[in-house]
Structures are given as structure tokens and as C-alpha cells.
């Protein structure tokens, strides 16, 4: 034991419980300090976009709460991290810095710098496993290369253990600290002018005691009926757990810990609770493929898509975008993402293929869309599910997967209540109609009060001829 001070940087681990890096310092003697850096430069093209900057204010505002409540403080700087972490050492005279470890090529980076920094002053850098399931270097096929398919993946990773989660620390007396931090409200996270994300705050409650009670909520309400429902965007079947696990307010070895349990409890839920896992597995099977493949957000995984040639349509980009394609699952989809920072998973893939297979664009406009937009936005979830989707990542869906809109929203939305929440304009339409307006003939859509082409768009393709266009150019990729 030591009575020297310990630094904890926070990054994407907002969170008291099952933290690994707090636990160790909370082990130590002497001083704490906790410290958040926001640090828009180190991530380059990546740093977090408007959604995700709102989530990030009000996580950060709840965990300087939470710390509050037990007596101690969270202190924030803004700037190059090593440079921030460096004066903070010389201010405190601290010996150690403690953190959770990430996996985006940046902030690998930076643990680097970092290391060496401070390395040079006798100070150590402790680095935790605290963000996924399993540390992505622990698991490796028997040929001792990485997995590129998930299901070998998941196999390894379910026959292993899973880390026990520590509770929250009772006390934080001893991170208490005179040292001066910026304030919140001056780093102007948040939307004013104008306020876009009115919208969110009616759908979601930031921080690790909104996020542990909505993992309770899952559970004991619909995790039983996850396996059949979780493809159903017009019912609330899945956890929304995707924005609290990528800011870490809870640890997905929480969330697997108390769906194990729960299902040993309730022996009817365990299927559900199987599904729920393998989700959960997707998750860190993403940050495996990012770890291993750097490049993941900006280039194909599999190179011969680099000749790939992508329609350069902004006309097109933006019809999508502000959801106004003509095809009212994929304009739900967009609508509900503007409005909420959030797209149901079946309906992510609709858009996702919508854009790079009806209208040929490339995945990387829509990352990046989803990037800015999502309150969940993951750079390894993001790239990887984007190239699952294109058809060019690891384990990706065989090119020929070209997602029909409309089969989909009438299988996935029998009764089309997804669609007329948030393309209200159909609302008047009897469901079958409501999947595919042009098919109304004109005295339907007179009873619906609908003129196709000025209330609401006609279809920016055909489907039919759009999938035969993108079957040919992906063959000649062969
Ligand atoms: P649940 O169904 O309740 O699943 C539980 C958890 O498992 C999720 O919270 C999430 O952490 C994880 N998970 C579920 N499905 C996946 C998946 N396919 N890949 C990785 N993790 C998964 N997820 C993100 O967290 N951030 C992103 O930026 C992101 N971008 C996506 C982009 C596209 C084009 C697609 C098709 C999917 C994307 N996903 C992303 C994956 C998935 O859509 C979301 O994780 C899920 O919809 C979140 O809702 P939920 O929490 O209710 O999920």
C-alpha cells in the first residue's frame, strides 16, 4: 500500500459499480483524484459527434453527482490528453494514473503517449480491462490468428468466465480535491441553437442509475419474449442498453452476470436470455475485428471492395438522410434516428441496406451519418455492422442479401404502427397500403388525404430494377 495520490481517468467508463481501475485505486492509500478530459483532437476524424455530445453532458453530469454523493468530486479538463494528464501529475504530485482500457486505433494511441510520458517522470500507467467481456488479444483461433466469424467467436467466448462485478465504493472521501476543473456548461455540449435534440430527452435518462434500472426493467419485462420479438420495431422488445454500455454506465459483465441469473431464477426467460447474450457477444466480437483490423471505420475489410464503384449522388444521400426516400420503413427508420438518436437494430439494417445496395452509396456516408446521429454511436459496432451489412466486412452478409423494404416492414411491422409513428403523413392509410403507398390507387389515397409526389415522396427508385443493378455490380467483383 502507498499514501501517494492515484489519478483515475474516466473515459468511456461512467460508472461507479464493476470498475476495475476504481477498484484498484480505492485499494491504495493517500489521495484520489478523478479526472475527465474532453479531448476532441486525439480521435481526428472520429471524435464524438452531436448525439453522442449530448448523451456525454448529461452521463457526465450524473456521475459528478453520483461521486458527489459519497464525498468526493470529478474533476474536468479540457485539451490534449497526455498534456492535461502530465500537469495534473506535476500539480498533485501523483505517482500513479489509473485507467480502463479502450480499443479505438486513436486512444490505443494515446495509452502509448501517454505511457511514455509519464514514464519518463517514474509515474505509472495502469491500464484495466473493463469495457467488454473479453480483452480482445485474449481470444485466438487454434491457428492463433484472430476470429474474422462470429459464430467460432462465440463459441470460445462462452465457454469462459465471465468477471464477477465489484459494487460501487461506499465512500469517496478521499477524492475529494481543491484542484480547480472546468465547468460542465462551459464546454457547450449540448444543442442550443437550435435545440435539435429536444426530442431525446423524453426517450432516454442518461447515467449508471437510469441504465442499471433499465437492465432490470429488460429483464424482468420482456427479456423472456426477446428471442421472438427483438426483430419487431413497432414493440419496445429490446433492452436499449446500447447508448449506457458504450458510455460504460454499466458494464456488459453486469448485464451478462444479471441475465445469467435471472434466467437461472426464471427458467422460462432462458432462451430469451441465450439471444440476449449473443448480442452482447456481437458487441465485443466488433471490438475483436476493430482491434485486429485498425482500419475497420475507414476501409473495407475485404480489399477487393476498394474497387467498388459507389454512385455519387448527394440528392440521393440527403433524401435519405432527412428520411424522404418514398419508402416509408426506411423513412421511419431515419425519422426515428433524427428525433431520438436511436434506430431499432432490424431497421438499422433495412436503411443501411437501402443505402449502399438500393442507392449504391457507400457505407461510409452512413457511418458517418450514424456517427453524428446515434446516442449509441460505437466506432466498432458502427464500422463493423456497416460493413456487415455492405457486404465488404468480416462475416458480412453474402452480397446477394439485398433487404426488401417492403417485405421486410410488413413481416417486422405487421400492422404498420412503426411506420405511421413516425411517418405520420400515412397515418390514414389501412396498414397493407402504409408499407407501400404507390400501390394505393387514387381514391384510397384521397380517403387517406394523401397526394403521392407532395405530401408525402414517391418511391427515388424501383426496388426491383435498383436490386438487379447492385446484383451485377457486386458479380463483377467476383
Ligand atoms: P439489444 O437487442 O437489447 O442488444 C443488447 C446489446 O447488445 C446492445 O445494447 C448492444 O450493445 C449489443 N448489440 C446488439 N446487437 C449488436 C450488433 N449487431 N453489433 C454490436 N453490438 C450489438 N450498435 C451500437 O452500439 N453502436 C453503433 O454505432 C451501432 N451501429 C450500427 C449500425 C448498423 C448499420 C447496424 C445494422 C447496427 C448497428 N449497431 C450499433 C448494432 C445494433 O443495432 C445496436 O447495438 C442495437 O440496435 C441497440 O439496441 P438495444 O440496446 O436495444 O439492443
Known amino acids: 500500500?502507498?499514501?501517494?495520490?492515484?489519478?483515475?481517468?474516466?473515459?468511456?467508463?461512467?460508472?461507479?459499480?464493476?470498475?476495475?481501475?476504481?477498484?484498484?485505486?480505492?485499494?491504495?492509500?493517500?489521495?484520489?483524484?478523478?479526472?475527465?478530459?474532453?479531448?476532441?483532437?486525439?480521435?481526428?476524424?472520429?471524435?464524438?459527434?452531436?448525439?453522442?455530445?449530448?448523451?456525454?453532458?448529461?452521463?457526465?453530469?450524473?456521475?459528478?453527482?453520483?461521486?458527489?454523493?459519497?464525498?468526493?468530486?470529478?474533476?474536468?479538463?479540457?485539451?490534449?490528453?497526455?498534456?492535461?494528464?502530465?500537469?495534473?501529475?506535476d500539480e498533485t504530485n501523483a505517482t500513479e494514473v489509473l485507467v480502463s482500457r479502450a480499443y479505438e486505433p486513436w486512444a490505443m494511441r494515446l495509452e502509448k503517449e501517454l505511457n511514455d510520458i509519464l514514464a519518463g517522470g517514474d509515474i505509472k500507467l495502469r491500464r484495466f480491462a473493463g469495457r467488454l467481456l473479453h480483452d480482445p488479444d485474449k481470444l485466438e483461433t487454434q491457428a492463433g490468428g484472430f476470429y474474422k466469424v462470429y459464430t467460432p467467436f462465440w463459441r470460445a467466448m462462452s465457454k469462459t468466465d465471465i468477471r464477477r462485478p465489484t459494487d460501487a465504493p461506499k465512500s469517496l472521501k478521499r477524492a475529494t480535491t481543491e484542484i480547480p476543473g472546468d465547468?460542465?456548461?462551459?464546454?457547450?455540449?449540448?444543442?442550443?441553437?437550435?435545440?435539435?435534440?429536444?426530442?431525446?430527452?423524453?426517450?432516454?435518462?442518461?447515467?449508471?442509475?437510469?441504465?442499471?434500472?433499465?437492465?432490470?426493467?429488460?429483464?424482468?419485462?420482456?427479456?423472456?419474449?426477446?428471442?421472438?420479438?427483438?426483430?419487431?420495431?413497432?414493440?419496445?422488445?429490446?433492452?436499449?442498453?446500447?447508448?449506457?454500455?458504450?458510455?460504460?454506465?454499466?458494464?456488459?459483465?453486469?448485464?451478462?452476470?444479471?441475465?445469467?441469473?435471472?434466467?437461472?431464477?426464471?427458467?422460462?426467460?432462458?432462451?430469451?436470455?441465450?439471444?440476449?447474450?449473443?448480442?452482447?457477444?456481437?458487441?465485443?466480437?466488433?471490438?475483436?475485428?476493430?482491434?485486429?483490423?485498425?482500419?475497420?471505420?475507414?476501409?473495407?475489410?475485404?480489399?477487393?471492395?476498394?474497387?467498388?464503384?459507389?454512385?455519387?449522388?448527394?440528392?440521393?444521400?440527403?433524401?435519405?438522410?432527412?428520411?424522404?426516400t418514398g419508402y416509408p420503413i426506411v423513412d421511419a427508420g431515419m425519422r426515428e434516428l433524427w428525433a431520438t438518436g436511436w434506430m431499432h437494430n432490424r431497421v438499422r439494417m433495412i436503411v443501411a441496406s437501402f443505402l449502399t445496395k438500393d442507392l449504391l452509396i457507400t457505407w461510409q456516408h452512413g457511418e458517418r451519418w450514424f456517427w453524428d446521429c446515434l446516442v449509441d454511436a460505437d466506432l466498432a459496432s458502427n464500422a463493423a455492422s456497416w460493413q456487415w451489412v455492405a457486404g465488404c466486412g468480416a462475416d458480412a452478409a453474402p452480397y446477394f442479401r439485398i433487404f426488401n423494404p417492403v417485405t421486410q416492414s410488413r413481416k417486422f411491422d405487421p400492422k404498420a404502427e412503426y411506420i405511421k409513428r413516425w411517418v405520420p403523413e400515412l397515418s390514414q392509410l389501412p396498414p397493407q397500403l402504409a408499407h407501400a403507398p404507390w400501390e394505393a390507387d387514387d381514391e384510397e389515397l384521397c380517403r387517406a388525404g394523401i397526394a403521392l409526389g407532395k405530401d408525402y415522396p414517391r418511391p427515388v427508385v424501383n426496388h426491383a430494377a435498383a436490386r438487379k443493378i447492385a446484383l451485377s455490380l457486386y458479380d463483377d467483383l467476383k
Open 183 to 324: 465547468d460542465l456548461d462551459d464546454w457547450a455540449l449540448l444543442p442550443t441553437k437550435p435545440n435539435w435534440a429536444r426530442g431525446f430527452e423524453d426517450v432516454w435518462t442518461p447515467g449508471e442509475t437510469a441504465a442499471r434500472q433499465r437492465l432490470r426493467e429488460f429483464l424482468d419485462q420482456d427479456v423472456a419474449s426477446y428471442g421472438t420479438n427483438r426483430d419487431r420495431p413497432d414493440l419496445p422488445a429490446t433492452s436499449r442498453l446500447s447508448p449506457h454500455l458504450h458510455f460504460g454506465e454499466i458494464s456488459s459483465a453486469t448485464c451478462w452476470r444479471a441475465a445469467r441469473a435471472h434466467a437461472a431464477n426464471h427458467p422460462e426467460a432462458d432462451a430469451g436470455v441465450e439471444t440476449f447474450l449473443k448480442e452482447l457477444a456481437w458487441r465485443d466480437f466488433s471490438y475483436h475485428l476493430l482491434f485486429h483490423s485498425p482500419t475497420l471505420p475507414d476501409a473495407p475489410f475485404r480489399d477487393e471492395f476498394g474497387r467498388f464503384q459507389w454512385a455519387d449522388d448527394d440528392e440521393m444521400l440527403a433524401c435519405w438522410q432527412a428520411g424522404r
Open 1 to 89: 500500500m502507498s499514501d501517494a495520490t492515484t489519478i483515475v481517468l474516466f473515459r468511456d467508463d461512467l460508472r461507479l459499480n464493476d470498475h476495475p481501475a476504481l477498484t484498484a485505486a480505492m485499494d491504495r492509500r493517500g489521495r484520489i483524484i478523478f479526472v475527465f478530459v474532453l479531448d476532441d483532437d486525439a480521435p481526428g476524424d472520429w471524435k464524438p459527434g452531436g448525439a453522442s455530445r449530448w448523451w456525454l453532458h448529461h452521463s457526465l453530469a450524473s456521475l459528478q453527482s453520483d461521486i458527489a454523493a459519497r464525498g468526493g468530486r470529478l474533476v474536468l479538463r479540457r485539451g490534449a490528453t497526455a498534456k492535461v494528464l502530465s500537469k495534473l501529475v
